[in-house]
């Protein structure tokens, strides 16, 4: 996940936001079977999925000054193998991105736009699934 994050997501993430802020942003990007966002409350049911079986991977995004936090399901693990998927994943976060940090206190109000990369654009082990 270490790659996926350092290569594709981290950059995603960062081209919306200004330089002086990129310092500032951490980005994690996990797996696991059943996602509990501990950023809400235990009884905000949105935040929880049912245990389905299926391998999710997940991308948090934490602004560090003002402990602003985001966390959005890119899909199920095996489906993000196929570069396609993936890139779709990537447009769903890009959007919800831009979404969320219009609405945070170190950038309301301003539209921001994030870089969301093609397919061709995708690390070659990630096409290739090396």
């Known amino acids: 996940m270490s790659k996926l994050r ?3 997501v981290r950059p995603l993430i960062h081209s919306a936001l200004v330089e002086q ?3 500032e942003v951490t980005v994690a990007v996990v797996v696991g ?3 509990y966002n501990s950023l809400g409350e235990p ?8 245990e389905d079986g299926y391998e999710y991977v997940w991308a948090y995004v934490t602004y560090l000054p ?6 959005w399901r890119l899909g199920r693990s095996e489906d993000l193998h196929d570069p396609a998927e993936l890139v779709n994943a990537l447009w769903r976060l890009g959007s919800d991105f831009e979404d969320w940090v219009c609405e945070t206190s170190f950038a309301w109000g301003e539209e921001r736009h994030a870089r969301v990369p093609k397919i061709r654009d995708l690390p070659e082990w990630l096409i290739t699934g090396a």
């Open 21 to 23: 802020e990129i310092p």
């Open 43 to 50: 009884w905000d049911q949105s935040w929880t999925y049912p």
């Open 6 to 8: 350092d290569q594709v």
């Open 66 to 71: 003002t402990n602003e936090r985001a966390g």
């Open 33 to 35: 079977t059943e996602f």
